[in-house]
């Protein structure tokens, strides 16, 4: 008993507030709906009830479509409600710990990924996202999930490298299959929110490291990390190829960059001001809208 409490019951201390933050009276707190969320609520709807199906939604501003598809999943049992959108937030947030805490573990140590894990369940950015039927959540989870997918198939790897056995072709294939899960999970990435198109980079970079750091990682690695970037990309394609084509889909991108515009044009007021406001948001003044503060 003693060893399962142990092992367990830091756990447990941990996911239980965190499911209790994102489930209390999910439906009602925050109270209403912003205009995004009722945008994806609607286009959900449209989803389950008119059969709807497009690979990018021109409302609110452009955005992409799995958020949508998987709330249309869920009302197509709950319906059209409030709850069946903020529900998927919910249990993303709660997987998002989980998955986390995992990947810190193996990275890192136990002490810190239950520092980790114990941050995201009572920080308040998590929390919020987790309460509001957003589409940018689905990105960390299914980000840190591929990650988690990668990271141990990485340790497979390298464990097996230098060992005395033949390399027999399905053995091989063993150990690249978890690679084309993390490339399947990043390419949906793509689907979910805009930072998705430059976090994958992170793979890449990490073989730069190795080269300067752990070349002994290399040979066994690159041409797996290539075989899970070109799934990924293969994935993504379908939308990436949409947005290429109809490039006034996007206008929330023109809206965003219009600081790094005026910065080109040599006036860096703009840019500047907002960065600073970004930082202070976190720590000092918040955001001006209550419901997001």
Do not use: C
Not at 145 to 158: D, Q, T
């Amino acid at each position: 008993m003693y060893s399962w409490v142990e092992r367990y019951g830091w756990l447990l201390l941990i996911l239980l507030p965190a499911a209790i933050l994102r489930f209390h009276d999910l439906a009602t707190i925050p109270p209403g709906l912003t205009h995004d969320e009722a945008d994806h609520g609607l286009t959900a709807w449209q989803i389950a009830a008119d059969g709807l199906r497009e690979i990018y939604f021109t409302i609110g501003y452009g955005r992409e479509p799995l958020y949508d598809y998987v709330v249309a999943a869920v009302m197509s049992f709950m319906g059209p409600t409030i709850l069946a959108g903020r529900l998927v937030s919910a249990f993303a947030g709660l997987i998002l710990i989980a998955a986390m805490m995992a990947w810190v573990n193996l990275a890192f140590s136990r002490s810190t990924a239950l520092m980790t894990g114990a941050g995201l369940a009572l920080g308040f950015w998590p929390v919020m996202s987790a309460r509001q039927a957003l589409r940018s959540v689905l990105l960390p989870t299914l980000f840190v999930l591929a990650l988690l997918v990668f990271w141990l198939a990485f340790k497979n790897v390298i464990s097996a490298t230098g060992t005395t056995k033949k390399p027999y072709f399905w053995r091989g294939f063993y150990r690249l299959w978890p690679f084309i899960i993390a490339g399947a999970l990043l390419g949906l990435t793509f689907y979910t929110y805009i930072p998705a198109r430059v976090l994958w980079i992170i793979f890449p970079a990490l073989l730069l490291y190795w080269l300067f750091k752990q070349r002994s990682f290399i040979p066994q690695m690159w041409w797996r990390i290539g075989v899970m970037l070109l799934l990924m990309f293969l994935i993504a394609a379908p939308l990436l190829l949409y947005l290429q084509a109809n490039s006034g889909a996007e206008t929330r991108i023109r809206q965003l960059a219009q600081p790094l515009y005026a910065a080109q044009n040599g006036h860096w007021g703009l840019l500047t001001g907002q960065a600073l406001d970004s930082l202070r948001l976190f720590f000092v003044a918040g955001d001006p809208a209550w419901r997001y503060n």
